[in-house]
T-cell receptor, first 113, second 114 residues
């Protein structure tokens, strides 16, 4: 009965490959996010979706394409992976307007070799 | 510019001591200031949050102090325990119509020694 679940937890891939990370929440929230945590543990928002509509795109390269099939799911597809994409990616969700109270998934550690 | 600065980067405290982490922000267009706790291999989890019209909020051993004029806020952990060892992030949440994003500080790695 995990609140926000991401798969996979670990992802190791070669440069140039395309990969996807899936996220699902069962909290009934209508807003979902992707955050990136770099090697220094700095957390930065990438995208925010509300009811399947893109609200925030924080100047993320267009190799990153989020997709929200419904308000409980937000997937992240990454094309042409680069070494600099190596990081931990967190999915999160909240009620609309309550982003301060976001619930985070366990993270996906992406390693590009 | 929307930015939150956090210090110290790391903190070592003896069991039973007080842990203090400080943050400062540069933009007044924030309406919530939460603190998140992150254990290794886990996602951040909300610990406590405060609105800018409140100067202090306490939940158990955790207290946020907020100074609106100085644009600073801090987390105090009283009677620190080894189980509190984690990375702590302060954050700021812009007003409702900005998609609900969190702007995080750089994080503080807290180690509580037995």
């Amino acid at each position: 009965d995990t609140a926000v679940s991401q798969t996979p937890k670990y992802l190791v891939t070669q440069m140039g490959n395309d990969k996807s990370i899936k996220c699902e929440q069962n909290l009934g929230h209508d807003t979902m996010y992707w955050y990136k945590q770099d090697s220094k543990k700095f957390l930065k928002i990438m995208f925010s979706y509300n009811n399947k509509e893109l609200i925030i795109n924080e100047t993320v390269p267009n190799r990153f394409s989020p997709k929200s099939p419904d308000k409980a799911h937000l997937n992240l597809h990454i094309n042409s992976l680069e070494l600099g994409d190596s990081a931990v990616y967190f999915c999160a969700s909240s009620h609309r307007g309550q982003g301060f109270e976001a619930f985070f998934g366990q993270g996906t550690r992406l390693t590009v070799v | 510019q929307q930015q939150v600065k956090q210090s110290p980067q790391s903190l070592i405290v003896q069991k039973g001591g007080i842990s203090i982490i400080n943050c400062a922000y540069e933009n007044t267009a924030f309406d919530y200031f939460p603190w998140y706790q992150q254990f290794p291999g886990k996602g951040p989890a909300l610990l406590i949050a405060i609105r800018p019209d409140v100067s202090e909020k306490k939940e158990g051993r955790f207290t946020i102090s907020f100074n609106k004029s100085a644009k600073q806020f801090s987390l105090h952990i009283m009677d620190s325990q080894p189980g509190d060892s984690a990375t702590y992030f302060c954050a700021a949440s812009p007003y409702y119509n900005q998609g609900g994003k969190l702007i995080f500080g750089q994080g503080t790695e807290l180690s509580v020694k037995p």
